[in-house]
């Protein structure tokens, strides 16, 4: 084979991996705040990974969460009742009146059905991280499934990421749990995902991964 053939072989099968990577991830949610070129994210996207938290509920910090939300378990299920399969409440009670501001004006644009009650965290966890990450610089979205390639069954899904608005790359990857004692299946579930990465030499930061997960 002659050094141009072979030159060009290399560029087709650098071009053809490249081409091929957005196919681990599929958007389960249409998230009109993301960036136009930001909805089909490549494994590329994934390499300057800086936080990877666990958000919970009022407490939880206590527990080891990295990030809680200031509302209490049986206020995450009202809200689920109030707004799952599309509903919205007519009244609330007064110590969650900007928690439904906040999911009224966000979940419409955020796809947000709320078909499983962790979506209620993942939804005000999202809004949450805009007081630590500027809206005009950083996205911030969830419901991204992850597999070995088309066609090939889900891994699993990330619930928090923030990505920088212009390059699309992810600097958060988190997970969002109201079960107090979930915190050790969320890390494992970004120990998948970090291992995924890891098999596709994407160098994520193992060091800030063990940072929160105590690996």
């Keep these: 084979m002659s050094v141009r053939i072979r030159f060009l072989a290399l560029i087709f099968l650098s071009f053809s991996q490249f081409s091929q990577a957005d196919q ?9 705040y993301l960036p136009d070129d930001c909805h089909e994210l490549s494994i590329h996207n994934f390499t300057d990974i800086g936080e990877w938290p666990v958000y919970g509920i009022r407490g939880y910090t206590n527990n080891g969460f990295d990030y809680e939300y200031p509302i209490s378990r049986s206020d995450a299920t009202w809200l689920w009742e109030a707004f799952k399969n599309g509903n919205e409440p007519n009244s609330w009670p007064s110590h969650l009146g900007r928690e439904v501001d906040l999911i009224k004006t966000h979940k419409d644009a955020m796809d947000f059905d709320f078909s499983v009650e962790g979506e209620v965290l993942e939804i005000l966890a999202l809004i949450d ?28 899904e990330l619930d928090v990421l923030v990505g920088e608005r212009s390059t699309c790359n992810i600097v958060v990857v988190g997970e ?26 994407i160098p994520a930061s193992w060091d800030a991964f063990r940072l929160v997960s105590g690996f």
């Design 24 to 32: 681990y991830f599929n958007e389960l949610r249409w998230d009109e």
């Design 129 to 156: 991280l805009q007081e630590q990450f500027n809206p005009r610089d950083y996205f911030f979205t969830g419901g991204l499934e992850y597999r070995d390639g088309p066609g090939a069954p889900t891994m699993g």
């Design 176 to 201: 969002a749990k109201l079960g107090k004692g979930s915190l050790s299946k969320a890390h494992k579930q970004l120990g998948r995902f970090r291992g995924f990465l890891n098999r596709r030499n």
